[in-house]
């Protein structure tokens, strides 16, 4: 099985992408590209059967139901307080991601991931367009990551390891991922993950698309589905790391 991870960003510049080859022994990261454009990306998903996109795959349906009903001049009144700002800016998933981990993920609809939101969308209508089927429940080859989630489900620490200037965190981190999961062979790639978070979240992206090829991730139940499909969803491993291989 071979399973593709994204860590996009709103530039190539800083969007990394990495393709892990997953045998009965070991799980061999066979590419890793930084500074990704959109063809090097669409080339990815489409050479893999599972690709987690670190990115929101749709904004909260009460949010595309506010802008579109004040495009048209007719916007009704939302009741004042943080509950109804909440459902503009929060997705189901979101709201499932800190229930169950205590995580809360960027505001698609309130901050600057919205951003790379809006280049990810461009290229799942490419990938759609190029017969790609595109599912944002998760369902299909494309599913929505958020590394962070993943790394707490899998025990492993999920915070201050983005600092630029000091990468000790991050190389700390790497070394508890190898411990946990001693067949993942980085081959060439493994200093490339102790010096660049984007390129390390972009492994974990992969792994977390092995996860929800094997369904070990948080099933989805049917009143999430119908948001889930509209407005994207997180996979959550449910599983130990060491079940991947």
């Known amino acids: ?49 599972k690709t987690g996109i670190d990115c929101p795959l749709g904004w909260p349906t009460a949010f595309v139901e506010f802008v579109t009903s004040h495009h048209g001049g007719h916007v009704s009144i939302p009741a004042d307080g943080h509950g109804s700002r909440r459902k503009l800016t929060m997705r189901r998933t979101d709201v499932f991601v800190h229930e169950k981990l205590r995580l809360t993920p960027l505001s ?12 990810c969308a461009v290229l799942l209508g490419k990938l759609e367009a190029a017969g790609v089927p595109v599912d944002r429940s998760g369902s299909g080859p494309v599913a929505e990551v958020y590394p962070a989630a993943s790394l707490r489900s899998w025990g492993l620490d999920h915070r201050g390891y983005k600092q630029k200037a000091d990468t000790s965190a991050l190389a700390s981190l790497v070394d508890r991922l190898l411990d946990g999961a001693p067949w993942l062979d980085c081959t060439t790639h493994e200093q490339t993950m102790r010096r660049s978070h984007d390129v390390f979240d972009a492994v974990i992206a992969a792994m977390t698309a092995r996860a929800a090829a094997l369904r070990q991730t948080i099933p989805l139940t049917e009143d999430d589905l119908a948001a ?13 790391i060491s079940a991947l291989l």
């Open 1 to 49: 099985m071979i399973t593709a991870g994204i860590d996009l960003a709103a530039q190539p510049e800083r969007t990394a992408v990495a393709r892990i080859k997953w045998t009965t022994d070991c799980a061999v990261i066979e590419n890793v590209v930084s500074h990704a454009d959109g063809e090097v990306i669409l080339q990815m998903v489409k050479q893999a059967r």
């Open 228 to 240: 889930a499909t509209a407005e994207g969803w997180i996979v959550i491993p449910d599983k130990p």
């Open 108 to 119: 698609v609809s309130a901050d600057r991931i919205a951003h790379v939101a809006l280049r």
